[in-house]
T-cell receptor
Framework: NAGVTQTPKFRILKIGQSMTLQCTQD?????MYWYRQDPGMGLKLIYY???????DKGEVPNGYNVSRSTTEDFPLRLELAAPSQTSVYFC???????????????FGPGTRLTVL | DAKTTQPPSMDCAEGRAANLPCNHS???????VYWYRQIHSQGPQYIIH???NNETNEMASLIITEDRKSSTLILPHATLRDTAVYYC????????????FGTGTRLTVIP
């Protein structure tokens, strides 16, 4: 049981380039999330998904896109990389419950992205 | 969205109990208190959560005051591996189903 895995671990992009950050979970979780963490700051939610085919914006969605075609995978797409997107990106997943409140998120190891 | 207040940093001697405080004076009756930690840029790790009763698991204990306006996370015998940033989070009951992370408390366990 690998949990939440993310690839790549590190990436350097030039301004205007595109890339996809991969996230896979093997816990059969319904909910998946993408966060970014800037130096010295807490995590901010970019996008989330409550099931295959369903995605929604979080706190900081601009400049990103997501898709959820399967339960296991939740890729994050950067179309036109900008220096402001230099950050560490974390993917997470959780079972999801109807009551919302008792839902533990499990995080991947992160992708460190630098845009120059 | 400053729903919790934590001290920016704390030290604790190895082997002693680490007591990390959190204020959440505007917590709603159906909101839970969650604690996560992040060890040196790794992904955050869930520790414990509670509603109004004190909770204990293999990692820590959570003490919530009767008025629920504050709580304390207790690591009973801190080790060097407990050095991390600890986040106290109150779940926001919106459709977003997310956790709002602040800047947390940086706990340093000293040998």
């Amino acid at each position: 049981n690998a949990g939440v895995t993310q690839t790549p671990k590190f990436r350097i992009l030039k301004i205007g380039q595109s890339m996809t950050l991969q996230c896979t979970q093997d816990m059969n979780h319904n909910y998946m999330y993408w966060y970014r963490q800037d130096p010295g700051m807490g995590l901010k939610l970019i996008y989330y998904s409550v099931g295959a085919g369903i995605t929604d914006k979080g706190e900081v969605p601009n400049g990103y896109n997501v898709s959820r075609s399967t339960t296991e995978d939740f890729p994050l797409r950067l179309e036109l990389a900008a220096p402001s997107q230099t950050s560490v990106y974390f993917c997470a997943s959780s079972y999801g419950t109807s009551g919302w409140s008792v839902d533990t998120q499990y995080f991947g190891p992160g992708t460190r992205l630098t845009v120059l | 969205d400053a729903k919790t207040t934590q001290p920016p940093s704390m030290d604790c001697a190895e082997g002693r109990a680490a007591n990390l405080p959190c204020n959440h004076s505007t917590i709603s009756g159906n909101e839970y208190v969650y604690w996560y930690r992040q060890i040196h840029s790794q992904g955050p790790q869930y520790i414990i959560h509670g509603l109004k009763n004190n909770e204990t698991n293999e990692m820590a204990s959570l003490i919530i005051t009767e008025d629920r306006k504050s709580s304390t996370l207790i690591l009973p015998h801190a080790t060097l591996r407990d050095t991390a940033v600890y986040y106290c989070i109150v779940r926001v009951e919106t459709g977003a189903n997310n956790l709002f992370f602040g800047t947390g408390t940086r706990l340093t366990v000293i040998p």
